[in-house]
């Protein structure tokens, strides 16, 4: 059965630091992925998505980046993180044109 | 770019009552997905539909795809406390492997 891990669960770093946030995926091969952003009691916002290795797509300038390094491998970085950075991340899964599975999330707080 | 709209933004219903939340692409979809979000949780799939005018039924909870393949809804027929989480519709257009968010529907239960 397909799996998708995402860690840490809760990250508090001060402004000014850099990020690295990890997802991987078990029990597929080649699948879509993507990283989603969600401000306290809202939606979600699309950051990036994935087809494949190297495949980068952005949907939001900000001083976020993503990359894709191994087929069921999803990274979000940062530089230097700013306050508006703070949110929970969820990382998330799929095969083409069906439903999205989610990571557990990271609820990252900058200070 | 598309957007997806969805009504009400809360609802705080006695146990028993009913529940429905409203969705509205700004295009055509190709398809529409629900998900439950539980409180301090992550988006979990519900279901998806496809087809112009598709009702499908989980339990108590009935989905519907409009005619135009612009607008969805979900009903949950005579609520229990565990139907309590926020409710996202989500939309994929045609050519597109993106998901784009409702802002979702928070439900509340009084027992």
């Known amino acids: 059965s397909q799996t998708i891990h995402q860690w840490p669960a809760t990250l508090v770093q001060p402004v000014g630091s850099p990020l690295s946030l990890e997802c991987t995926v078990e029990?597929?091969?080649?699948?879509?992925l993507y990283w989603y952003r969600q401000a306290a009691g809202r939606g979600l916002q699309l950051l990036f998505y994935?087809?494949?290795?190297?495949?980068i797509s952005s949907e939001v300038p900000q001083n976020l980046s993503a990359s894709r390094p191994q087929d069921r491998q999803f990274i979000l970085s940062s530089k230097k993180l700013l306050l508006s950075d703070s949110g929970f991340y969820l990382c998330?899964?799929?095969?083409?044109?069906?439903?999205?599975?989610f990571g557990s999330g990271t609820r990252l707080t900058v200070v | 770019g598309q957007q997806v709209m969805q009504i009400p933004q809360y609802q705080h219903v006695q146990e028993g009552e009913d529940f429905t939340t409203y969705c509205n692409s700004s295009?055509?979809?190709?398809?529409i997905q629900w998900y439950k979000q539980r409180p301090g949780g992550h988006p979990v799939f519900l279901i998806q539909?496809?087809?112009?005018?598709e009702v499908k039924k989980q339990k108590r909870l009935t989905f519907q795809f409009g005619e135009a393949k612009k607008n969805s809804s979900l009903h949950i027929t005579a609520t229990q406390t565990t139907d309590v989480g926020t409710y996202f519709c989500a939309g994929q257009g045609d050519s597109s492997y993106k998901l784009i968010f409702g802002s979702g529907t928070r439900l509340l239960v009084r027992p």
């Open positions: 998330a899964w799929s095969v083409l044109y069906y439903g999205y599975t």
């Open positions: 539909l496809v087809k112009s005018g």
């Open positions: 295009t055509t979809l190709s398809n």
């Open positions: 994935s087809v494949g290795i190297g495949q």
């Open positions: 029990g597929t091969s080649n699948p879509n």
